[in-house]
């Protein structure tokens, strides 16, 4: 299994430098992205549908700060996206992935 982490400084930064093309070639079964700093409405379309990838985000409330997302060939059983603590949950810095075998 691969699995690619990276902190990217912005999801639409990074997509003007052919991040949909690095996914594809990496051929990754996992990618978990820090620091998109972007809601779902601002994500470029060719990075919510790439094909073979079920794609997850939890962006800060806050635009333009933090968020996390992960692009996952495999589908998982359930995702989380909070801890349960207001003060932390609105800073979109976690996605917990569960699946059969792992988290």
């Not at 690095?22 to 470029?44: G, H, L, M, T, W």
């Not at 995702?79 to 075998?101: H, N, P, W, Y």
Request: net charge positive.
């Amino acid at each position: 299994m691969k699995i690619i982490s990276w902190n990217l400084n912005g999801i639409r930064a990074a997509a003007k430098k052919d991040l949909a093309d690095f996914i594809k070639k990496q051929k990754a079964d996992i990618y978990c992205f820090q620091e998109v700093r972007a809601s779902e409405n601002q994500i470029p379309e060719e990075l919510k549908n790439i094909k073979e990838y079920n794609f997850y985000l939890n962006p800060a409330v806050k635009s333009g700060w933090s968020g996390v997302a992960v692009y996952s060939k495999i589908k998982p059983q359930k995702v989380f996206d909070k801890i349960g603590d207001k003060k932390f949950d609105q800073q979109g810095r976690m996605l917990t992935l569960e699946f059969a075998k792992f988290y």
